[in-house]
Structures are given as C-alpha cells and as structure tokens.
C-alpha cells in the first residue's frame, strides 16, 4: 500500500496531478499539502512534518516559478527550488520513501539545436535554472528512490500560463481601436508546449514503475511560442488580431531563455512504453475544456 504525498498540490500542475492519482491508485493514501501544510524552505519543520506521515511515495511540484522574478530574488529561488527539495529528500531518507522532483528545460543552454536527452550536461543561463538544477542534484542524491522529471512550457487550467495570458491580451486589444490590435509573440525560442493532464497521466506511470533518475516528459512536436500563440487563435476562431513575430532580445526580459530547448521524450518511450500526444491534440482538448468551464467566453 503506498501513502502518496503531494507537495504543492494546489499549484497548476498539483491540481491536475491530483484527480490523475486518485484514478490511479484507488485504494492508496493521498495527502495534498501547499503553503497551508508545509513551507519548504524550513528545514525543521518538512523534515518533521514529512516523518510524522511517513509516506512511501513524495511528489514535489512546489517551487518559485516566476522566472524572471528569481533573477531579482536569487536567494528565494534557490531557497525554494533547491534547499526547500534537499529538506524534502531530508524527510524522505529517514521515510524510506521515493521522492520525485519536477524540473525543467531551463537547466540547458539551447545551443544544441537537437532534442535535448537525458544524458545531456545542462548549463543554465538563468537564476530559475540554476536553483533548479540544484533540487535535481539533491534529488538524485538519493540514488534509486530518486526521480527527476524535466518537463517544459506547461499550461492547464488551474494557473497562469501562456494560454491564459494570450487570451488575457486578446481581451485588451478588442477593446483597443482597431489600428491597435496586435499581438507581439516571441518567434525565436522553440520547444513543445505541455499540457498539465498529460504531464500528469506520464507522472502516475513512471511512480507505478518505480523509475529512478532522469526523465524528460512533454507533449510531442515542436513550435515556437509564436506559433504556439497563432494555433490558440486559430483553434479558437478568434478574428481581428494581428499576430507579429519578434525577437527575444525586442522583448528584453530579465532572465535569458535557451533558443532551442526541446526535451526528447525517447527514454519515456523506450523504458515506460508511454508517449504523450502531440502538442497541438492536447491544446484542443485544453480549449475545450477551457470552454466548458467558462474560462474563455470570447
Ligand atoms: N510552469 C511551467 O511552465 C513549468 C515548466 C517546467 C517545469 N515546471 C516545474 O513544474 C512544477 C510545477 O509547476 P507549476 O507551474 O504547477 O507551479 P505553480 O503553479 O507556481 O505552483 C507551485 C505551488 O507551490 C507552492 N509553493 C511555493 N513555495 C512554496 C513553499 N515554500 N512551500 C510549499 N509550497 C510552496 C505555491 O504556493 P503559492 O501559490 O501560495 O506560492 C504553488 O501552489 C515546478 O517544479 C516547476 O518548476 C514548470
């Protein structure tokens, strides 16, 4: 029998991750804690709060996730993302239990214009990456109880994500006069947009096979975020706005991003026998969803 433990399950990601568990392991114990439960840069008291449940199986999927918001914020970042997961795996040693770490695509530079494998040596080019690239370390540390999971691009229901924020942008710029309806998307970062539910679905099997190490998990097929924003107006039918392509360096944010940073999902193929769907299959079944929840009325 396991005892399930989800750190951060009232994020984006938890909240799907959570309904997929329950199918899953029915008759299992699943215990949802975020910043009401439990505060991960503490190190005394997720140790303690950890053994007093003594899980089997512990999901990580609490961190600081506004990337350029660590490269104001380094020290939280790697408070949150790297020491908050060594106290995890602190707690989880004296368990015994399996601990499974979430991260990202940022731990690569993008400069290898292939699908980045797991054996790939990662160099960060932002705060966010390198915290993260930490929690992974001390994740591995644990040897065959430890699981990293690098995903990238994530929307679904339940957060801010670039979905929301186009449709978000889409509703401003109706109300702007005509001349001014256009949207700038970044053209010249590319990777796979992932969406929460499948995320969640490749999770639940690689805890049901005990995987260890690395694995890298997205949807299939690539674009750019400019095509990626193109396809939710067009899937949409959305009409009368313009959609420009630019350049990083026009946007000039905080953090640089990697170019290229598509994660070859192969291993998850080869080793687990799963595969998530293309990217554009799972964004239309997202809208719909969007729809049917009222979080889109156009
Ligand atoms: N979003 C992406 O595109 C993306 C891409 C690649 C990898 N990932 C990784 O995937 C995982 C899930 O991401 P997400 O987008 O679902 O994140 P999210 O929506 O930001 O959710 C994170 C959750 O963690 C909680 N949390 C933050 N600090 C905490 C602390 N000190 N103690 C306990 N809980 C804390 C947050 O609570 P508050 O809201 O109250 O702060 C929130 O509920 C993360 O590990 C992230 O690094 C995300």
């Keep these: 029998m396991n005892k399930i433990l989800v750190i951060g399950a009232k994020g984006m990601l938890g909240r799907d991750l959570i309904p997929e568990l329950r199918i899953s392991f029915p008759e ?4 949802e804690w975020d910043m009401d439960e439990i505060d991960i840069r503490k190190k005394g008291e997720t140790i303690e ?10 999901i990580n999927v609490a961190a600081y996730t506004d990337v350029d918001g660590c490269e104001s914020n380094l020290q939280e970042a790697f408070l949150v993302n790297s020491e908050g997961m060594s106290h995890i795996a602190q707690g989880a040693r004296r368990c015994g239990a399996r601990a499974i770490y979430l991260s990202t695509d940022y731990v690569f530079d993008g400069k290898k214009n292939s699908p980045y494998i797991e054996e790939d040596s990662p160099n960060p080019l932002n705060t966010y990456g390198h915290s993260k690239l930490k ?28 979905v929301t924020a186009i449709l978000k942008q889409v509703k401003e710029k109706w ?3 005509e001349a001014n309806r256009r949207l700038t998307i970044v ?17 639940v099997r690689l805890v049901q096979r005990k995987a260890s190490g690395i694995f890298h998990v997205t949807n299939q097929d690539t674009c750019s975020w400019y095509e990626f924003g193109k396809t939710i107006l067009k899937f949409l039918d959305i009409q009368g706005i313009d959609v420009v392509p630019i350049s990083s360096s026009q946007l000039n944010r905080k953090a640089p991003r990697p170019l290229y940073s598509v994660l070859s999902s192969e291993k998850l193929r080869r080793e687990i026998g799963f595969r998530l769907r293309p990217w554009t299959e799972a964004l239309k079944d997202f809208l719909e969803r969007l729809l049917k929840s009222g979080g889109w009325t156009g």
Excluded: H
Aim: hydrophobic share 35%.
């Design 28 to 31: 299992d114990d699943l215990l």
């Design 175 to 177: 109300k702007a006069p």
């Design 49 to 58: 709060k950890i053994e007093s449940v003594q899980p089997t199986v512990l």
């Design 135 to 162: 929690g992974e370390e001390v994740t591995l540390a644990l040897g065959e109880k430890g699981l990293v999971v690098r995903t990238q691009w994530l929307y679904g229901l339940y957060g801010k994500n670039f």
């Design 187 to 203: 053209d010249d970062q590319i990777g796979s947009p992932t969406y929460t539910v499948d995320l969640s679905q490749a999770i």
